[in-house]
């Protein structure tokens, strides 16, 4: 699906940003630590849409197949705990305080 809305959504270019900034990573601890299910979800979702992408355009079936697992990934990576959502897994591992 290159060139097309679906590639962008799949590029990787906002988790690799997210990953290479120390800061964002201190920030949202949540957003890197896999052992919490809703990232585990993510990692799992992202790799799901990444799978299902092809250089040029597949067939009305694939592309569908990619658009929902694109969308896909994306609603597990908003779901992804932040600081401010006080994550109990989190919490309970001391990581969030009242501060976050």
């Known amino acids: 699906m290159a060139g ?9 270019t906002g988790l690799r940003t997210f990953e290479c900034d120390p800061v964002a990573v201190l920030a949202r601890p949540a957003l890197a630590d ?12 992202f ?8 250089e040029s355009y597949p ?5 569908a197949e990619f658009a929902l697992a694109a969308d896909a990934a994306e609603r597990a990576w908003a779901a992804v705990p932040r600081p401010a959502t006080h994550a109990p897994e989190y919490r309970a591992r001391g990581v969030l305080t009242a501060a976050h």
């Open 4 to 12: 097309g809305r679906g590639t962008s959504r799949t590029d990787g």
């Open 34 to 45: 896999v052992t919490l299910p809703a990232t585990a979800r993510f990692v799992d979702a």
């Open 47 to 54: 790799a799901a849409a990444i799978a299902s992408r092809t």
């Open 59 to 63: 067939g009305a079936l694939a592309a």
